[in-house]
């Protein structure tokens, strides 16, 4: 699946999302009178131009086989279209698709809109649509993973696409709303080459959004494309300009002045000054995020599983909670805590972690304990590396608690900033971990469904599965799982993996944080939940 992407999860729907409000244990005095919402009112005016701040910087590419990271997700969803819609609440609905069908367990037949112009003015049709989807089909394709059961995509229409599959897939059609189903011009991108996606190369899509230009270290400007099919998502500002602004006090100066106009995945070290700024505000919503510390390696410190347990018992959850994030995330002891799962599901996966041994949000004296005993184990592993992403300052901030908890239990853990490049970088290629032992990452799922990303984690030749777990147990029942119809069913399968995960600490997760997004009094419109990450958000974006 993805990289910064996989390694995440949370929250479900905005119908649940008011009684989460009420239920998460906010401090109120951080949170005021703000509740979950999933999008802010709707925009009523036009904009002659946005100024937009992207979450992890400049995009390493703006191919969307290869995007794996908030920054190119938000910009290649605002360019490019995909097969289905993922809304505000994280339902889906169509999109380049019109409707679907599947006559049987092992096949889809997508059936498109005819009404559909790239940039160009030429018409989609199914030859695009199949050249995009094979593309995905590369090993090396970020989304490759949803496209494992694919035994063959073709055109059986002008706009009539089928795919069959070597075995029931309950994930495929879902994915196809995040950019596994993005459709690019199949004859441009074969002219491009490898230049598809680069500041050079461009890209051809049917989004509302053309690419203008981008400036590599400076901005991407985007254009309305006047002639979208779609009227909800017709572009209300002429254009955007998206900048790179990474480092926390920059970004919290240039919004507070209004010099940029708005931002998601707002640093949590902004919200005191952003709280108070009378330029704009703040909303709080739905996010399908967790914030975890991650092993890099099959070998040293990161790869010895008491030393993980050991971490996972000494870190105080509530406390960055509560100062690290402002209140704006709750405490999870767990890889999936219970938002990652539909309503359906949900009580399945509560009696399965409620019987797992679990660390405390606050350690107690006897996790302190037991975490030092762990330690004292293995006398020639007492000291790592942490990686953070430089100049994200709740990442510096939650690694000093972290840092600090691992000194009370025997470890020196060393905290180390890598630019933003090389951070997200480090997720795909394993050069960039040399040196490194742990990594603290806000991972995210694409949709609210467990094996959107844990497959990711588990399996033994996983993108993220850094510290080499392999339990054929837990790998046949999260294959069976997928092939599995029935929710309830898949579920208990997936919670019968899960026991063999959580036993081996694969990741040391920390918390389920919101959505923050800010944005300046004169505008209004903005999806506030994750789902803005992989619907055309920007779109929507207009003034009061």
Known sequence: MTALRRLLLAVLAFAWAGSLAGCTGLPRAELGSATLRSTSDEATGRLDSLVWDLPAGEPTTLDYQQAGDS???????????????????????????????????????????????FWDGTALTSADVVYSLKRQLDPNAVASSFFVNVKSIEATGTHTVTVRFTRPDELFLKELATTAGTVVQARYARRAGRKFGTAAGGVMCSGPFELAAWTSDASIELKANPRYWDARYR??????????????????????????????????????????????????????????????????????????????????????????????????????????????????????????????PTPTAADLRTARALVAKHPALRSGTLAVAAGNQDQINAAAVIQQAARSIGITLTIRQLPALQFSSMFYDPTYRRGLDFVLAEAFLDIPDPLDWIPNLVLPDAMFNWAGFDDPAATAALTTAQQTLDPRRRAALITDAQRRWEARTLAVPLLSPYEVTYMNKRITGATTSFAQTFAPSLALIGSR
């Open 71 to 117: 920054s190119p997700y938000l910009v290649v969803s605002n360019l490019c279209d995909s097969l289905l819609r993922l809304n505000p609440d994280f339902s889906t609905s169509p999109a380049l698709a019109r409707s679907w069908d599947q006559p049987d367990a092992r096949t889809l037949v997508l059936h498109l809109r005819d009404d559909v112009r």
């Open 235 to 360: 572009a209300h500002a002429r254009k955007v300009t998206l900048l790179f602004v990474t480092d926390t006090t920059a970004l919290t100066q240039t919004l507070a002045s209004g010099a940029v106009d708005g931002a998601y995945d707002v640093p949590n070290a902004a919200l005191p000054t952003l709280k108070g700024s009378v330029a704009g505000q703040l909303y709080y919503g739905p996010s399908l995020k967790s914030v975890q510390v991650a092993p890099l390696q099959e070998k040293g410190i990161s790869a010895e599983l008491d030393i993980r347990r050991a971490l996972s018992l000494a870190v105080d959850r509530t406390q960055l909670a509560d100062t690290v994030y402002r209140g704006a995330a709750t405490p999870s002891t767990t890889v999936l805590p219970v938002t990652g799962w539909d309503p359906e599901t949900r009580s399945v996966y509560r009696k399965a972690a409620a019987a797992l041994p679990l660390a405390h």
